[in-house]
Structure formats: structure tokens, C-alpha cells
């Protein structure tokens, strides 16, 4: 049997389970006490497991705006079964703006610079290369390269709609939004295997399937070395747009359901660690350009928590102990003068503040944050 798939059925009846009894289950947690990791060890284990190199903060990418509407950055790493499929998507854009597409190759080994070569009577592409340095290290290099006044990530496996680059850039241009995004599925062969329908106007945390205003990005870059580098987005840009944001109801991006996507295989290693591993380089970055730790960056950390958490469940419980130590050490050095206000993850926040890994795994566990 699939263990990935009892590994999930065992989450939601153990969901259930806690949901049920969380009343009963909180009265017995809330008195409990249990003994935790010292903060040295925690940070011991987790840097020892996933070891990863300081960032640079002092970041300044040169960024022209007045060539193109749109820059395309597609990092590209030995995709050459998809890579065909990603670029026919992008050149097939029914639009009355004016794009470019920059495929950064991060130093493929099979064919598919040859593939992407082979697209290159239209002047709309551009082939870009450099040594292999990852997801986050290709994506950066592109970055320096923005000529536009938007640009939007494309991931080399995925697929965009023939109407995505219009619908998006519409709704940017005409109410002067910095960042616009809209829906997305996941598909396999020619399969659409899910649609994900966005509840209000919260944005997804993805790198892709969004526009974001070039000058955001100045002294922006995702942290080299992590699984997960898309929290940035979540954490700094989304910051950085000041609530100007918008969303279409139309789905733009597709997905493709890589079962040997970094993604997707960090969820049964250590890897799935950098979910919360990373979060310190972002606020670090947010501190150095003076962009505020504010009760909106607050939920966007409380959120994470809860993703993260969804990653490594599976992790036994003296590793659970030493992460959540982690976590209420960067609630103690960024988040101290912020004071949560909404109800929406007050178990989970009130959890961490009193240090309390009991409430902390019911509020995890139960799904009542």
C-alpha cells in the first residue's frame, strides 16, 4: 500500500479525532507541562539536517521598465519533456501588450537548451544561461534581466492559459495594481487532475501565476539553497504592494502534478523544514530595507506555521518539540511588539506565545487554530 496515502488518511482521522475532542483535549493540554529542548539544541539538530548558506541582503537589481508590459522568466533545469509544452503556452498569449520571455537554462545536461533553441525565429524569446545554481538562483538571475514594467514567474514544467497574459495585466493597468493574480489547477498528461478557487481576495503565496510590479523587485531575491523559496513572495513582496492587489475569477495558470518536483518529494524528508528554516533570511531582508514587521506580516508568519506544520506532520514528535522551540524563538526576536488582534489563528498564537507545546499540537492537530 501507498504510504504517502495511509500517511493521509491517518491525518484526517486523527483531524477528526482531535476536532471532536478538542474541548475535553484543551483542559487536559492546558495544565499539562512537558519538558522542551533548549533552544541550542533545536537550532543544532535543525541546522545540522538542513544546512544552508547566510544570504546576502545588501540586493540591488537594475530593472528597466519602459521596453516591454511584461517580463517572462522561466527557470529551466532538465525539463526537456515539458519544456516544449511551457514555451508553445507563452507564445500562443492572445494580447495587445507587448512581452518578452526569458528562459534562464541553469545548466541543463539533456536537450532542453536544443528544445528551446528551436523557438527562437520568434523574437519574443530570449535564452539566457549560467552555471546550475538552483530554482531561487535562476529565478534571480532573471531578475537582474526584467525589462518591463510587470513581470510573472513561469515555472518550466507548467502551462498559462491563451488569455492570461491580458486578463492579468487589464486588471493591473487599469486599477494600478502592483500585483494581480488569478486562479489555478493542477494537471497530469492531459489530464486536469484539481481547480483551486480562491476564497475572498487573499493571494496565493506561489512565485507563478501572478504580475508584480517590476520596481518591487529591486532589491528583492529568493533565498538560494531552500525548498519552499516561494515564501518570500508571501512574506516580502506581498508586503512591499501595500494592499494594492487584485485577482481575477478566471484560472490562468496550470500546474503540473510532478511527483519528482522538489515540492513534492520535500514533503517526506527533512527538506520540508525549510518551510520555517527560511523565514528568518526573509525577515532579516524585510528588517535591513526597513519594510515593517507589522499584524498583517504577523498573520502571514501565524499561516506559515500552519503550512509548515502540514508538511512535516509525519516528523515524530521529540523533532516536532525542537521545531516549535525554533518557532517561538523568531516569534520572540521579530514579532515582540506586535499584538495579534484577529481570531482567525489566536489558539495557535496564544499557543506560542505562552510556550506551550501542548495547546501548540492540539491547535495543529485539530485544525482549530
Do not use: W
Request: proline share 2%; charged share 25%; aromatic share 14%.
Amino acid at each position: 500500500m501507498n504510504m504517502s496515502f495511509v500517511f493521509k488518511v491517518n491525518k484526517i482521522l486523527s483531524k477528526y479525532t482531535y476536532r471532536v475532542l478538542y474541548p475535553i483535549l484543551y483542559k487536559v493540554f492546558k495544565n499539562k507541562k512537558i519538558n522542551l529542548p533548549t533552544l541550542n539544541d533545536s537550532q543544532e539538530f535543525l541546522t545540522n539536517v538542513r544546512i544552508h548558506k547566510l544570504s546576502n541582503l545588501n540586493v540591488v537589481n537594475s530593472i528597466e521598465s519602459s521596453n516591454y508590459n511584461l517580463t517572462i522568466i522561466v527557470p529551466v533545469y532538465n525539463v526537456e519533456k515539458y519544456i516544449g509544452e511551457c514555451i508553445e503556452s507563452l507564445l500562443n498569449q492572445k494580447t495587445k501588450y507587448k512581452y518578452i520571455i526569458k528562459i534562464i537554462n541553469d545548466g541543463s545536461t539533456d536537450s532542453s537548451k536544443q528544445i528551446i533553441q528551436s523557438f527562437m525565429n520568434d523574437p519574443k524569446i530570449q535564452l539566457l544561461e549560467k552555471p546550475n545554481g538552483g530554482l531561487s538562483s535562476a529565478r534571480n538571475f532573471g531578475i537582474k534581466n526584467i525589462e518591463s514594467d510587470y513581470v510573472l514567474f513561469v515555472d518550466s514544467d507548467d502551462v498559462i492559459k491563451d488569455n492570461t497574459v491580458e486578463l492579468l495585466l487589464d486588471k493591473a493597468y487599469s486599477e494600478e495594481l502592483s500585483i494581480v493574480e488569478g486562479n489555478y489547477y493542477y494537471f497530469e498528461g492531459n489530464k486536469i487532475i484539481s481547480k483551486m478557487q480562491r476564497a475572498g481576495e487573499k493571494l496565493y503565496g506561489f512565485a507563478c501565476n501572478k504580475v508584480v510590479k517590476s520596481s518591487l523587485l529591486r532589491n528583492f531575491q529568493f533565498e538560494e539553497g531552500y525548498v519552499f523559496e516561494d515564501t518570500c513572495m508571501e512574506f516580502f513582496v506581498h508586503e512591499l504592494a501595500g494592499g494594492k492587489v487584485g485577482v481575477v475569477d478566471e484560472y490562468t495558470y496550470g500546474y503540473r502534478r510532478n511527483r519528482k518536483g522538489l515540492s513534492f518529494s520535500a514533503s517526506n524528508n527533512y527538506a520540508s523544514l525549510d518551510s520555517i528554516l527560511i523565514v528568518p533570511q526573509i525577515l532579516d531582508r524585510m528588517n535591513y530595507l526597513n519594510v515593517p514587521i507589522d499584524e498583517r506580516v504577523l498573520e502571514t508568519m501565524l499561516f506559515q506555521v500552519v503550512n509548515s506544520y502540514n508538511r512535516y506532520y509525519y516528523l515524530n514528535k521529540n523533532i516536532q518539540k525542537k521545531i516549535f522551540v525554533y518557532i517561538c524563538n523568531i516569534f520572540d526576536e521579530y514579532f515582540s511588539e506586535c499584538k495579534y488582534m484577529s481570531s482567525k489563528y489566536i489558539n495557535l498564537y496564544n499557543s506560542i506565545i505562552e510556550k506551550s507545546f501542548n495547546l501548540y499540537y492540539l491547535a495543529v492537530k485539530s485544525g482549530k487554530y
